[in-house]
């Protein structure tokens, strides 16, 4: 079990208020990823989670019980940190056994949980070296089965991957995908990266200055982003927006297209422009296109290889379909 | 090669020189050390200058272990140089901790902790013997007075009378004395060397992994399990440099023992070289060799408990 939930919780650090009052409820088993620029508190949420931070007022609920003034450990919860926080001068095996010598746990349940801990991340070899003399990828995998041990209701993860180089990034976040589906428990899980949190999550939530813009699935915070942030945030490259005349037309404030829903065409496009950029993946050509008169830069990706190269001249056309609205006030029209 | 020579070539005066500062003392100790050479001698003048032809051999050696004080002093040295260090890692280590925490006025007691690092030892010495330890006019036989007064007040009390009667008379110590004045030394030095631990504990303590505590936080330990498996082995490298300095420094104490009882019954190896240099240098220089050999003995000793913890 481990449904957590946050009933008007604010959080100030003297006179400023970080968090203005939120609910939020993760339900048991959800892989949550909290995503947003950073200082957006979305770190601060997941600290009030595992009670390394008190809430200025509201409620934290584990499993329908109020923990709000319960101790850090009593929680339940488990944390992965940044830095991997590893004691330093402990193996990695009394890393590991750390919490459940602190809990009290026998040796030869101890010894158990151990060894099925570092068969799942692979760290059998590894169990009486010191943290200093692992990799980088090697202490998270320490910092995941310290965290494993536990057994615990929910796994808090801290920007666990921002620490990594870009290659191992993508295989861990596999790893924990996986772990995820393996165990079935609770996962929250903060980063800046809207790629990792569209890959992991189950339920996505957008913070921006405290504030939840928008909680959702993957596929719907990119379906139907409900605000300019969600739709700038979400995506990558980043969504198109095109204001004044075109924009108009469609009867909004704003429009957004994102760079995969604009066709290259060789003749006959609704835009016309020139060729800042072209980046020849294989896969796909992102082009950077100028003088368009819609907005300073627009981006389009091209599925496969386009030949076209900077200051080509390159015809548009978008899916009018797949155009977002907005209005006055930066709000999705439906 | 020749390109490895020019770098040598530069280093060598840096080398000549320490080579020079260590090696000529030495030197001329050990050359004094086996000949007869006194500062002043009525009876045989020909000992008052160095000179190969008053050889002694290792005699004056012999004369040195033959002396009722040498291994007195010798246990004295380690004996005062342990207290020390002990007293000092331990009240190091729980007043870092304590002040490691923010509270209002922290600048200024960390200044006044500090401070007694700041006092002379020879006044550090006259304040504590004359003004604290004292038994009559200290701070020590201030107390003391004040309490027997207070009992025997009270043994005139109703109920609690009775209790407080069968109290004995405080007496109180007179650190002067040979039995005591060790102790007079271990507590000074502890009160003027404590600070220094702090200082470089509380440093240490500074630059500890916020995170590596909100985990165990997390992990469930609480303060002392914390202090026991994270501060602690936190600290185990400053606590190495700690006594290894202080040990460098305490083997030679000197201005504390001569302030409190004049060497007596509180020798330590330095005291007694100076007691022999007032006259016999060739017995100063002897011990002052097995100063050398002592002070090295103690080197290995602590390079071995604390080499490991450093390389780490």
């Known amino acids: ?334 | 090669m020749s390109d490895r020579r020019l770098p040598r070539l530069l280093q060598t005066p840096a080398v000549i020189l320490l080579l020079i500062w260590m090696l000529i003392p030495l030197g001329m100790t050990l050359y004094f050390s086996f000949i007869r050479y006194v500062l002043n001698s009525l009876r045989r003048p020909e000992w008052t200058s160095p000179s190969l032809s008053n050889w002694r051999g290792f005699g004056n050696y012999e004369f040195v272990l033959n002396n009722k004080d040498f291994f007195f002093a010798i246990q004295n040295s380690l004996l005062i140089v342990c207290s020390i260090l002990f007293a000092t890692v331990i009240l190091g280590v729980a007043i870092a901790v304590l002040i490691n925490k923010a509270f209002a006025g922290r600048g200024i007691v960390r200044v006044l902790l500090i401070s007694p690092f700041f006092v002379m030892p020879a006044v550090n010495a006259v304040l504590w013997i004359n003004m604290i330890l004292d038994p009559v006019l200290g701070l020590q036989g201030i107390a003391v007075a004040g309490i027997n007064e207070f009992i025997d007040g009270m043994r005139a009390a109703p109920v609690v009378g009775g209790f407080f009667s069968l109290w004995p008379e405080l007496e109180p110590i007179s650190f002067r004395a040979t039995q005591t004045s060790a102790w007079a030394v271990i507590i000074m030095v502890t009160w003027q060397w404590t600070p220094f631990a702090v200082l470089i504990f509380m440093t240490s303590l500074q630059s500890e992994d916020q995170q590596q505590k909100e985990a165990a936080i997390l992990d469930g330990a609480g303060a002392w399990s914390q202090f026991r498996f994270l501060i602690l082995p936190h600290l185990g490298r400053p606590i190495a440099i700690v006594v290894m300095i202080q040990a460098i420094f305490h083997l030679s104490l000197y201005a504390e023992i001569e302030i409190v009882s004049r060497g007596n019954g509180n020798k330590n190896l330095p005291y007694l070289i100076g007691e022999f240099a007032n006259n016999n240098i060739g017995a100063a220089s002897a011990t002052g060799i097995f100063a050398v050999i002592l002070a090295n003995i103690v080197a290995i000793f602590l390079l071995r408990m604390i080499g490991k913890t450093l390389m780490e």
Not at chain 1, 78 to 95: C, D, E, G
Not at chain 1, 200 to 220: F, H, N, T, Y
Not at chain 1, 311 to 316: A, H, M, R, T
């Open chain 1, 1 to 334: 079990m481990g449904q957590i939930e946050l009933t008007s919780v604010t959080k100030s650090f003297g006179d400023v208020q970080v968090i203005p009052p939120l609910d939020l409820t993760i339900e048991d088993g959800e892989f949550a990823v909290f995503v947003g620029p950073s200082g957006c508190g979305k770190s601060t949420l997941l600290r009030l989670i595992a009670g390394l931070e008190d809430t200025t007022s509201g409620t934290v609920a584990i499993d329908g019980e109020d923990v709000t003034q319960v101790s850090p450990s009593k929680r339940g919860l488990s944390m992965v940190f940044q830095t991997y926080a590893l004691y330093p001068h402990m193996t990695v095996r009394k890393n590991i056994a750390f919490p459940m010598r602190m809990a009290g746990l026998s040796d030869d349940e101890q010894k158990k949980r151990i060894a099925a801990a570092a068969e799942s991340l692979n760290l059998t070899d590894y169990l009486d070296r010191k943290p200093g003399q692992l990799s980088g990828g090697q202490r998270q995998r320490v910092a995941i089965g310290r965290a494993i041990v536990r057994d615990p209701k929910a796994f808090l993860f801290d920007e666990p991957l921002s620490n990594l180089d870009a290659a191992l990034r993508v295989g861990m976040r596999l790893e924990i995908t996986e772990m995820h589906e393996r165990m079935k428990t609770t996962m929250i899980y903060v980063t800046h990266d809207q790629v990792e949190a569209m890959t992991m999550a189950d339920k996505i939530v957008v913070l921006q200055a405290g504030v939840i813009e928008q909680v959702g699935s993957p596929i719907e915070l990119y379906e139907a982003p409900k605000n300019l942030f969600v739709a700038g945030f979400i995506g990558s490259p980043k969504m198109n927006f095109i204001e004044g005349e075109e924009a108009a037309k469609h009867s909004a404030k704003t429009i957004g297209i994102r760079p995969e829903h604009i066709d290259v065409v060789e003749s006959g496009g609704q835009w016309k422009g020139t060729v800042g950029v072209a980046e020849h993946l294989g896969s796909d050509t992102f082009f950077h296109v100028h003088g368009t008169g819609l907005a300073e830069t627009l981006t389009v990706r091209a599925v496969g290889n386009v030949a076209l190269k900077h200051g080509d001249k390159i015809e548009l056309n978008p899916r009018a379909a797949e155009v977002h609205r907005f209005d006055q006030a930066e709000l999705r029209i439906a």
